[in-house]
C-alpha cells in the first residue's frame, strides 16, 4: 500500500527506522503462551496520557521536556506504575494483546514491560518512531506478532498525523489484523482539524477494503479524535471523519470516501461502494463515553471490526466494555487524568475492552 512501510517479526531483536520489535524470552518468570486452541482473546485499547521517559530528545512536549520542565525519573516511573496498575487490573492478570497510544519511544515501552508487567508474558512488543512526533503508537502481545506494517497519512500530498500502525496476530488457527490509531486531535478546531482525521479515515477505508478482499480478519482501535456520533453532534454541519451507516448514499457529492460505522453486523460491508465497519458504540447505550471534553462524555475511543467477526468461525465478536472503574474515576465520575504536579491520577481516557471468542 502506497506510503506504507513494513517488516516481519523473526526470533530476534530487530531494530528499525520505523519501530523496535522485541521477541525474547525473559530470565523472569512469565506467564506461559497462550494456546493455539485457546477459547477466548481479550484485547485492551488504551491512550495512556503522555507516557515520556525521563530523558530529552527535543520533540518532548515542554511540561515533559526534563530539560526544560519539571519532568524527571522519579515521575516517570511514578506514571509507569500508574499504568502498569491498570494494564494488570483490565482485566485481572492483562489482556491479551494491548494496543496503546501516547508512549514517547522504544525505552518507555522497554520499561513498561519489563520493570512494571514483566510477570504479565508480554514476549512481543513494538512501538512506531514517527519522525518529529512527540508520541507514537505502541503494541504488547503475549501472541506472536507475525508483521507490522506502518502508514503514513497524507493530506494534499504533505505527511500529516499519527502513522497508523498495523500489527498482524498469530493467533493459532486465524491470523488477525489490528490498525493501532492515534488520528489528529482537535486542537485548533474541530471543524479546522477534521480534514487531517477524514484522511486517515479514507487511509483505513482503502486498506479495510484490501484486508475484506482477501478474507481477512481485521479490526481498526485506538483514539480517533471523532466520536462515533459527531455528525449528530453537530447536526451535519461539515463532513466528518465516522459517518452513520444510514447515511450511506447520501453523500456522493463530497470529494473524499466516508468511513461508515453501524452497530449492526449484517450492515457492515467493505467494497466498491463503501466501507462499513462494526461499531459497540452504535450497538447499545451501555456507556457514556472514554473520554470528557469540558465535563461532557466523548466516545472518542474505538474498536471498529469488519464482519469477519460475525460469520460464524474463528474469532467472533463477544463482548466490549468501557472501563468506568471508580478507581479510575475521580469524585465526579469523569477520567482521573495524570496529574504531574501531583504525582497522581492514571489517564484522561479510560480503557476499551473488546472480547473475541473462538468458533469451530
Not at 128 to 140: G, K, P
Not at 294 to 306: A, K, M, P, S, V
Request: hydrophobic share 40%.
Amino acid at each position: 500500500m502506497k506510503d506504507s512501510k513494513k517488516i516481519l517479526v523473526g526470533a530476534l531483536i530487530l531494530a528499525g527506522p520505523l519501530f523496535f520489535i522485541s521477541c525474547t524470552r525473559c530470565s523472569f518468570p512469565l506467564l506461559a503462551d497462550k494456546p493455539s486452541d485457546s477459547e477466548s482473546i481479550t484485547v485492551l485499547s488504551y491512550n495512556v496520557q503522555n507516557l515520556f521517559d525521563s530523558s530529552s530528545d527535543g520533540t518532548e512536549y515542554d511540561d515533559y521536556d526534563p530539560s526544560t520542565g519539571d519532568w524527571n525519573e522519579e515521575l516517570f516511573h511514578l506514571k509507569l506504575l500508574q499504568i502498569a496498575e491498570v494494564l494488570g487490573r483490565f482485566p485481572e492478570g492483562g489482556a491479551d494483546i494491548v494496543l496503546l497510544q501516547e508512549v514517547e519511544n522504544r525505552n518507555a515501552l522497554d520499561q513498561l514491560r519489563n520493570h512494571y508487567l514483566k510477570a504479565s508474558g508480554y514476549r512481543y512488543a513494538a512501538v512506531t518512531d514517527a519522525e518529529n512526533s512527540a508520541v507514537n503508537n505502541a503494541v504488547l502481545s503475549r501472541y506472536p506478532i507475525e508483521e507490522i506494517l506502518v502508514h503514513s497519512v497524507s493530506l494534499e500530498g504533505r505527511v500529516g498525523g499519527r502513522p497508523i500502525m498495523e500489527i498482524e496476530f498469530d493467533l493459532g488457527e486465524e491470523n488477525v489484523r489490528m490498525l493501532n490509531c492515534h488520528w489528529k486531535s482537535k486542537a485548533g478546531g474541530a471543524r479546522e482539524t477534521e480534514e487531517m482525521r477524514i484522511a486517515a479515515a479514507e487511509l483505513v477505508g482503502r486498506r479495510m477494503r484490501e484486508l475484506a478482499l482477501a478474507e481477512v480478519p481485521a479490526l481498526v482501535a485506538g483514539d480517533l479524535n471523532v466520536n462515533a456520533d459527531e455528525w449528530e453532534r453537530i447536526d451535519g454541519a461539515y463532513p466528518t471523519a465516522l459517518l452513520p451507516y444510514g447515511l450511506r448514499g447520501e453523500v456522493r457529492n463530497w470529494t473524499h470516501r466516508p468511513l461508515y460505522i453501524t452497530g449492526d453486523f449484517a450492515e457492515s460491508r467493505s467494497d466498491g461502494e463503501a466501507t462499513v465497519l462494526f461499531s459497540p458504540w452504535c450497538s447499545g447505550e451501555r456507556f457514556s463515553g472514554s473520554y470528557a471534553y469540558q465535563g461532557q462524555w466523548q466516545r472518542i475511543d474505538h474498536f471498529l471490526l469488519n464482519r469477519t467477526f460475525d460469520d460464524q468461525r474463528g474469532w467472533e465478536y463477544a463482548d466490549f466494555e468501557v472501563i468506568h472503574d471508580e478507581a479510575l474515576l475521580r469524585d465526579d465520575g469523569l477520567p482521573k487524568r495524570w496529574i504531574s504536579d501531583l504525582g497522581t491520577g492514571y489517564s484522561d481516557h479510560l480503557p476499551l475492552l473488546l472480547r473475541l471468542e473462538r468458533v469451530e
